[in-house]
């Protein structure tokens, strides 16, 4: 009742499912995170809700190994929760009207500052590096990074509610990650974890190539073996602080741990195998080379 008080009509099952995830996410709730829920509307609609139930699944608890944890840790608890996110006098009505506009504006606002960014980093190491290759190099690595991110992110809900990986999933504390602002602030974090491990290699390369107009494979190669060292010592540190933090941080923290984890292990392989062999001019290297060969066979 206390849903749709604040309307003055029946609450949604959205609305409903929407107060219990708010709640979930308080300091007091926050062990419940993990929980599965599933609504079922027993009389009226999805629109009306007017009596229904809330299926709650713990894979930590069971009724029958021991009732009274049951009893105390996820029957009274939940009950608590639910009453307490239902009985709020938050108008939800005027929420969810409000909710797409501002998400829309805020899309937009994101999308506006990814591009715009985007071509800052381009001309920035445009001209650090006084060429565009590098530029695109850099520029790919990033989105690859991300979009690799993302891919594992999505892949973590297959894992967790797929029959047969489900069980490996929960042990590894994999679970259904949603994109909120904690993911967010993780994939910042991986561009610019990404961007300056490329930089770092990048500008190696530049050292290593001198007055040449072109990095050839062997510079590239050499400048790869002479930063590796470097770049497995700082990777191979974020990724302990980051492993502690995924194990360890509780629920709140996982999500960005867990997009920080698959970040810094794409960033460290795509700076060296991704963004390296793009700065490599396969076509001036070739012709040098046999540019070179002519020259050593005029000679007597």
């Known amino acids: 009742d ?4 604040a309307s003055g009509r029946r609450p949604t099952k959205a609305s409903i499912e929407q107060r219990i995830a708010q709640m979930r ?3 007091d709730y926050s062990a419940t995170l993990d929980r599965r829920v599933h609504i079922e509307v027993l009389e009226g609609t999805e629109d009306a809700v007017e009596t229904a139930v809330i299926l709650v699944w713990d894979q930590g608890v ?12 996820l029957a009274t608890l939940e009950w608590e929760l639910t009453v307490e996110a239902l009985g709020s006098t938050t108008t939800l009505a005027s929420v969810q009207n409000f909710s797409s506009v501002i998400a829309e504006d805020f899309k937009n606002t994101a999308v506006v500052a990814v591009f715009l960014s985007l071509l800052l980093i381009l001309i920035y ?3 650090r590096f ?11 690595t990033i989105v690859h990074d991300v979009l690799t991110a993302i891919g594992l992110i999505a892949l973590a809900e297959i894992l967790y509610d797929h029959e047969i990986t489900a069980s490996i999933a929960r042990s590894m504390l994999i679970e259904p990650f949603k994109i909120d602002l904690n993911l967010v602030a993780a994939i910042l974090t991986i561009i610019g974890y990404s961007l300056n491990d490329t930089i770092v290699i990048m500008d190696r390369i530049r050292e290593n190539r001198g007055r040449m107009p072109y990095a050839t494979k062997k510079i590239v190669n050499d400048s790869i073996n002479q930063t590796i060292s470097r770049t497995v010592i700082t990777s191979g540190t974020t990724l302990l602080a980051t ?3 995924y194990t360890m941080g509780g629920p709140g923290v996982r ?3 867990y997009a920080l984890l698959c970040g810094v292990i794409v960033g460290t392989y795509s700076s060296i195998a991704v963004a390296s062999p793009f700065v490599w001019s396969r076509k001036r290297d070739i012709s040098a080379a046999l540019e070179l060969k002519r020259t050593k066979a005029k000679m007597p």
């Open 2 to 5: 206390g849903a749709g008080a």
């Open 25 to 27: 996410g308080k300091p």
């Open 62 to 73: 069971s009724f029958i190994q021991n009732e009274a944890v049951w009893n105390d840790s």
């Open 125 to 127: 190491i445009w001209v």
């Open 130 to 140: 006084g060429s565009v290759r590098y530029s695109l190099a850099a520029i790919i």
């Open 243 to 245: 492993l502690i933090l």
């Open 255 to 257: 999500a960005f741990s």
